[in-house]
Nanobody, 116 residues
Framework: QVQLVESGGGLVQPGGSLRLSCAAS????????MGWFRQAPGKQRELVAS???????VYGDSVKGRFTISRDNLGNTVYLQMNSLKPEDTADYYC??????????WGRGTQVTVSS
């Protein structure tokens, strides 16, 4: 059974930082692309960042230069370091994993609120 469990969300002031973690089980982690998506109220889910099995990274335009995605293949964990947070970063953040040979899996999400 595949499980993706996010943690690290919370309330932070504008300009602050948070580090999200996603612990994966039930997949051969090192072979999967891992990604973070977010969905704000009334908006569509959007890609925040992804990291391939070869550690190639992709970032959404709105987070470039502020967020960093990384992965620990020994610990089956993917991270999202979020710096210089803005109120518009407020959303539910979801971890996802995918590869060509398999379906896309999703975590249940963690809430991030950026507010003073």
């Amino acid at each position: 059974q595949v499980q993706l469990v996010e943690s690290g969300g919370g309330l932070v002031q504008p300009g602050g930082s948070l580090r999200l973690s996603c612990a994966a089980s039930g997949i051969m982690f090192r072979f999967y692309t891992m990604g973070w998506f977010r969905q704000a109220p009334g908006k569509q889910r959007e890609l925040v960042a992804s990291i391939s099995s070869g550690r190639d990274t992709v970032y959404g335009d709105s987070v470039k230069g502020r967020f960093t995605i990384s992965r620990d293949n020994l610990g089956n964990t993917v991270y999202l370091q979020m710096n210089s947070l803005k109120p518009e970063d407020t959303a539910d953040y979801y971890c996802s994993s995918w590869r060509v040979e398999d379906r896309k899996y999703w975590g249940r999400g963690t809430q991030v609120t950026v507010s003073s």
